[in-house]
């Protein structure tokens, strides 16, 4: 049987976060089983459901950690960048995960790209443009340095 009834078969699957858990919960309602904590981002579903739900959860859950890795997160910043960001035009958070991205990229002077008025995703293209190469895909290498023959 499943839904709220009796489930011979109970199954447990983790999502990355609360939001993506509970989308789950209101779409797949009648699967979800009573045991399942709502305030938990592990749903608790019957395993007797068709095996199509079932697929259909596990890539939900898939999806929204892909999702998840993909973001660049939030930098904090330092008391100079604090300083220099007019807040009156822009957020905390805004800043915070431009700058997570220019990171991301290596971008040295980032504040000089930073544009108040672009959105976070729009920044990406901007600082890949800008960003240096990382150390060890450029310069000498410590052989190189010593005068070893490479």
């Known amino acids: 049987m499943t839904g709220r009834g009796r489930c011979l078969n109970p199954q447990t699957i983790e999502f990355p976060t609360l939001a993506s858990a509970n989308?789950?919960?209101?779409?797949?309602?009648?699967?979800?089983i009573p045991r399942d904590d709502a305030r938990k981002k592990t749903v608790a579903f019957c395993g007797d459901a068709p095996e199509r739900?079932?697929?259909?959860?596990?890539?939900?859950?898939?999806?929204?950690?892909e999702r998840a890795d993909s973001g660049f997160g939030q930098t904090a910043l330092t008391?100079?960048?604090?300083?220099?960001?007019d807040f009156s035009r822009t957020n905390i958070f805004h800043s915070r995960a431009c700058?997570?991205?220019?990171?991301e990229f290596v971008v040295d002077d980032w504040l000089s790209q930073y544009d108040h008025t672009l959105?976070?995703?729009?920044?990406?293209?901007?600082?890949?443009?800008?960003?240096?190469?990382?150390?060890?895909a450029s310069g000498p290498t410590m052989r190189e340095v010593a005068g070893w023959s490479v």
């Open 53 to 65: 739900a079932q697929k259909a959860i596990g890539q939900r859950a898939h999806r929204s950690f």
């Open 79 to 85: 008391r100079f960048e604090r300083r220099e960001i």
């Open 119 to 136: 959105t976070v995703s729009e920044h990406v293209e901007i600082y890949q443009r800008a960003g240096q190469p990382t150390a060890s």
């Open 23 to 32: 989308r789950v919960r209101e779409q797949f309602s009648d699967l979800i």
């Open 99 to 103: 700058k997570a991205i220019a990171c």
